[in-house]
């Protein structure tokens, strides 16, 4: 599984288009209308690449940038044993080792509840923004217990974590925001683009009420975990972000904050996001980028979710919401880089969140507990002008929100695996001659 897993590690959010779009000549994104139209015609982003094709012909376009490289400064060394003793200085209990049993069973809640984890996907986390929403105006959103999230899905969990009282500031995060909004073009030693406006926008959207309101659940007994991926260690770390809050104070803001500019973190795409920490006597950082770099979404660690396991949920119903399309999409691939990347990333995205739902199916069942998963209909085929467009995120943030109002918002199992490929008909057309 970890060499699989290693093939997913553009997928986390908008990261195999957008590095599509930054290995344009020159490295210049949007520079060059060639390659515009590659990348359009190839995105991977929730593997929409059909309905990619029909973009218009502009981009939008993010803040100019210099094309200077900058080289940064050389890291502090540390060993691996500093890696597994390394703790965030004053707070111990920010987080966990994901494939640790014994950390994960013991930050989860005393009460038994309803679990969500929220997927990766980038700009399409407007599904899931727009599913919960509808859930909300339909009087039937569960109290979740516990809420996990990866990457996209790690950036919208603190307002459902908090409650619909922050519903309109979900909505907004997904349907009022352009690429310029997320990244800045110019490369860098460590990335194609500089992702400060995504770090900005995170400092504006997770206020101190926010920050507070989520505290407050955690004493409550809720529970609110977030995956980044610690590049250094090869492990997903999951990070209490209830326990960050209820700690309270300017630098525990700032670790939220920066936990969740993490799981954002597109590795090459974006630069990785380094966090203090300390173990033996040293002061270092550690680097973390995207949480889908381990899997799409988290529900327990991975040696629960095996099949040669007896571990039961200690949940209520497992309900997971995925924020990326999930049926094949022909498309006759250019010979050029950015279309074979993107193309092949995509279709790995599919692989590995169809397996990760199966096995989630399968402990569910496993553990006695309702299963309860949202997909992206595979009707919806909005076109998009390139990433992070509005209009389209709006109309995802609205077939999310229909589908949260409906009778029947979520399946009972795994969406079906897609058959072969539809035979043509030979039957012959009408007015045709035999």
């Known amino acids: 599984m970890n060499n699989f897993m290693r093939w997913t590690i553009f997928t986390c959010t908008a990261g195999a288009v957008l590095v ?92 038994p509840g309803p679990w969500l984890a929220l997927s990766s996907g980038g700009e399409d986390g407007a599904f899931g923004a727009g599913l919960l929403n509808g859930l909300t105006a339909a009087g039937k959103r569960p109290d979740f217990s516990v809420v996990t999230g990866v990457s996209t899905g790690a950036l919208m969990a603190p307002f459902i ?70 590049l250094d260690a090869e492990r997903s770390v999951v990070w209490n972000m209830g326990a960050i809050a209820a700690h309270g104070g300017d630098a525990a803001l700032k670790l939220f904050r920066t936990v969740l500019l993490a799981s954002a973190s597109i590795p090459g795409g974006f630069p990785p996001t380094l966090i ?51 049926q094949p999409e022909f498309q006759v691939v250019e010979r050029f880089v950015p279309s074979i990347l993107t193309q092949a990333v995509g279709a790995a995205v599919k692989v590995d969140t169809r397996l990760m739902l199966d096995r989630a199916y399968v ?6 507990v309702g299963f309860d998963v949202a997909t992206i209909p595979a009707s919806f085929d909005v076109p998009s002008r390139g990433s992070f467009d509005p209009d389209y995120m709006k109309a995802l943030f609205s077939v999310g929100f229909d589908q949260g109002k409906s009778a029947n918002p979520f399946a009972n199992e795994p969406p079906p695996y897609p058959g072969p490929p539809p035979t043509p008909s030979t039957d012959p057309q009408p007015g045709a001659t035999k």
């Open 20 to 111: 599509a779009q930054l290995m344009a000549p020159a490295n210049l994104p949007f520079a060059a209308a060639a390659a515009r139209a590659q990348v359009r015609s190839t995105s991977p982003v929730a593997a929409k690449s059909h309905r990619h094709s029909a973009r218009a012909a502009k981009t939008p376009t993010p803040p100019a940038a210099s094309n200077e490289r900058t080289e940064a400064p050389p890291r502090v060394p540390y060993t691996a044993a500093d890696a597994a003793a390394a703790v965030i200085p004053g707070i111990p209990e920010a987080r966990f080792w994901a494939s640790s049993v014994t950390d994960f069973t013991n930050a989860l809640p005393t009460q």
């Open 276 to 326: 203090d920490v300390e173990a033996n006597g040293k002061k270092f950082q550690e680097m973390h980028v995207d949480g889908g770099v381990g899997g799409q979404f988290f529900v327990a660690p991975a040696a629960l979710m095996a099949t040669t396991s007896d571990y039961r949920l200690p949940a209520t119903d497992l309900y997971v919401v995925i924020n990326t399309g999930l």
């Open 363 to 368: 402990v569910a069942k496993r553990s006695g």
């Open 161 to 230: 974590f908090a409650g619909p009282k922050y519903d309109d500031a979900l909505r907004q995060a997904y349907t009022n925001i352009t690429s310029a909004d997320i990244y800045e073009a110019g490369r860098t030693s460590e990335a194609f683009a500089d992702s400060w406006p995504l770090r900005d926008l995170i400092a504006k959207q997770i206020t101190p009420d926010l920050f507070k309101d989520i505290g407050l659940a955690y004493r409550n007994g809720r529970r609110l975990f977030v995956v980044s991926y610690d």
